[in-house]
């Protein structure tokens, strides 16, 4: 059952990202960042009164981007019209209450209520989405009592918080959990489900028109054409398969800076609904922030991951040096997949698709490989008298047994002396040891390590 989404929605300069922070910051359920696996991170799971959930910044929309004219000689590529304030306001507010599952809209006391609020609010009061007022920037008494004047937006009651200070952040969560409503599970299916994601204009639409074989989705030049996610069920070679085509994620810079940023709620969506997903990148662009954003996701999720580069039929002066070439910057960029494979096609011309759909399977298969308790505790014993961890704080990390736990994905448990010794550095070289002998393409591995009493009794 996929979490439930919570998007931070507002306009520019309410603190939102602050809040952000803020929210996230308070609960343990945080995914962390280790180094090396650095993202541009707009999401955190988060957890309140034992409710979990995915926080979103969307973040608002980049005014001076907007305003900003052309240079002497380029087009103008934005128009007259796309530099409309409150036009861009009402398309990023009407794509957050389209994909999350409630939505808090950030005001700012000191600004009291403006135009674009109320704009926003109207699309929010007409949507039916479970909606929750915060109101920024309340750190005092005479702006907590200015945060009534937002009852005129009809959204309910205001919460009155200051994101700084984490005044009234509590109240505000206890809120946001009331309204989350129940997620219903996805019916059980054999069927091997597959999410298309990426930026727009990558060609998600084109390669699944392509393994599908018949126009079933809109294909079109202009980035952002798919607004939905579109579930495509097929059979292919007696296995049941479910392809996920979603709207992708547009590069930075653009006018839709803040609509782009609530794109990544629909492949959030996608992506914990899948097994594998086929993250596209543009073998014309390279890798973006926001491919290894998106990438960054599938990790956190524990979903298989292939990195599909389309477009190959686009790059110019190929030799056979080019693909490897290719396969290197992907690797550079986005180490924490090393484990992934990477396919180069062209929807365009078909060319290697056809080795899509197998490649996917095949990662599919290694979700639910599961090792042999003896053969797993062979390999830890080996690994450990190869590379013994390294003394911290004055004590030795000691092994005494390990087990896998649950497959899809593939989770080990290892009993130590004490968990508190095992340094990320020794549990990515322990997961390693295990790829070498069971690769686990595509797949990500979770190892969870307790501490000798939590075997004896304690979970």
Do not use: C
């Amino acid at each position: 059952m996929r979490q439930p989404i919570v998007a931070l929605v507002g306009r520019p300069n309410v603190g939102k990202s602050t809040l952000f922070n803020r929210l996230i910051g308070q609960r343990l359920a945080i995914v962390e960042d280790e180094p090396g696996t650095t993202r541009d991170r707009l999401y955190a799971e988060a957890e309140w009164t034992s409710q979990p959930f995915i926080l979103v910044d969307t973040g608002g929309l980049d005014v001076a981007a907007t305003e900003k004219a052309p240079q002497k000689g380029q087009p103008d590529l934005l128009g007259s019209s796309s530099r409309d304030f409150i036009r861009e306001i009402r398309q990023q507010a009407e794509i957050a209450i389209e994909e999350a599952d409630v939505v808090v809209l950030l005001t700012d006391a000191q600004d009291g209520v403006t135009a674009a609020d109320v704009d926003v609010a109207d699309i929010l009061r007409r949507s039916g989405r479970p909606v929750v007022l915060a109101v920024n920037k309340a750190e005092n008494e005479s702006r907590r009592q200015a945060a009534y004047e937002f009852y005129e937006l009809n959204l309910g009651d205001p919460y009155p918080i200051s994101a700084l200070h984490g005044m009234g952040t509590g109240d505000l969560l206890d809120a946001i959990v009331t309204y989350i409503p129940t997620i219903p599970e996805e019916p059980e299916s054999d069927a091997v489900r597959i999410a298309i994601v990426g930026r727009p204009n990558v060609g998600k639409s084109s390669l699944l028109n392509a393994l599908l074989r018949e126009e079933r989705a809109i294909v079109s030049p202009i980035p952002g054409t798919t607004r939905d996610a579109i579930d495509t069920e097929l059979r292919w070679e007696g296995q049941d398969l479910v392809l996920i085509d979603t709207a992708g994620i547009r590069r930075r810079g653009r006018v839709e800076t803040g609509v782009e940023k609530y794109s990544v709620i629909r492949a959030i969506n996608a992506v914990q609904r899948a097994d594998v997903a086929l993250l596209l990148i543009d073998a014309t662009a390279g890798v973006t922030a926001q491919d290894t954003h998106v990438a960054g996701f599938i990790l956190d999720a524990y979903k298989s991951v292939i990195l599909i580069v389309n477009k190959w039929d686009a790059v110019a002066d190929k030799d056979t040096g080019t693909m490897l070439a290719h396969t290197q910057e992907l690797r550079e960029r986005l180490r924490f997949l090393d484990y992934v494979p990477v396919l180069f096609i062209s929807a365009l011309t078909h060319q290697r698709v056809s080795k899509v759909l197998p490649l996917a399977l095949g990662v599919a298969a290694q979700r639910k490989l599961r090792i042999p308790t003896a053969e797993l505790n062979r390999l830890f014993r080996d690994a450990m008298v190869r590379h013994p961890a390294p003394n911290r704080h004055g004590k030795q990390l000691k092994f005494f047994y390990a087990t896998q736990a649950e497959t899809e994905p593939p989770t080990f448990v290892v009993f130590v002396n004490d968990r508190e010794l095992v340094h990320f550095s020794y549990a990515r070289y322990l997961e390693n040891r295990i790829r070498a002998v069971y690769p686990f393409e595509g797949t990500p591995l979770r190892l969870l390590f307790r501490s000798r009493e939590q075997k004896r009794g304690a979970s």
